[in-house]
């Protein structure tokens, strides 16, 4: 066993030194299909997006508008490369159903959708290597969900990866194939991603909603950390 290390990289807190990234790891979970209760809690929350937001006026909203002014900085036209809360918001104001692939990629859902905040989850038994958000070198090689096609990230666009794999780029974009939250995975990671004008207690009160589903529907060993400019590196924990 050996413990790997979870960094976010000081130019990102250089250029948006207010960020903060909730990351709630958990061990040893049992994941699957989810139950008819997981299930509704998603339509749920499904239902409240729909009487809270609207299509037409969603880019105004303050947690979304955040982060498409980041995207801004950093080159991406945000109508292009839609920062993942935001389109995972906009197919439930099309009217439609998210697909319920599974227990703990419907709890990050329905997190996300409830504080409208990008969360994401890398199953964690499948590294080998430290991982980290950092500016890509351009190098670093990227298979899409769903395609079998390399692509390599521009130089400087942040990535998060494991060494050279890449597991999400543009940030909170796309994620790769590598690191899917799969019914076999034992264990896990979630991020969620904060700019202002999300406050600390913001994102903190998001995470215990992550670690109260994962412990109610998966169970596992569960903690929570915030990678933050004060604080850049955690460990992940024993991983064989």
Known sequence: MKDLTYTIADEVFARFPEYRRGVVLAHEVKNGDSSPELVELLRSEEALVRERLQV??????PRLASWREAFRQLGFKPGDNRP???ALLRRVLRGQELPSINALVDIGN???L???LPVGSHAIDVLEHDIALLPASGLEEF???GSEAIERPLAGEYIF???EKVMTRRWIWRQANHTL?????TAIEFNLDALPPVAAVDLETAARDVMDLVERFCGGTIKFEILSRQNPRILLG???
């Not at 037409?56 to 909203?61: D, G, N, P, R, W």
């Not at 939250?181 to 995975?185: H, I």
């Open 110 to 112: 329905i997190v996300s």
């Open 181 to 185: 939250t799969l019914p076999q995975t």
């Open 56 to 61: 037409e006026t969603l880019t105004a909203e």
């Open 238 to 240: 024993g991983v064989s």
């Open 161 to 163: 990866s494991e060494g």
């Open 114 to 116: 409830r504080h409208l």
């Open 143 to 145: 298979i899409a969900f």
């Open 84 to 86: 993942s809360i935001e």
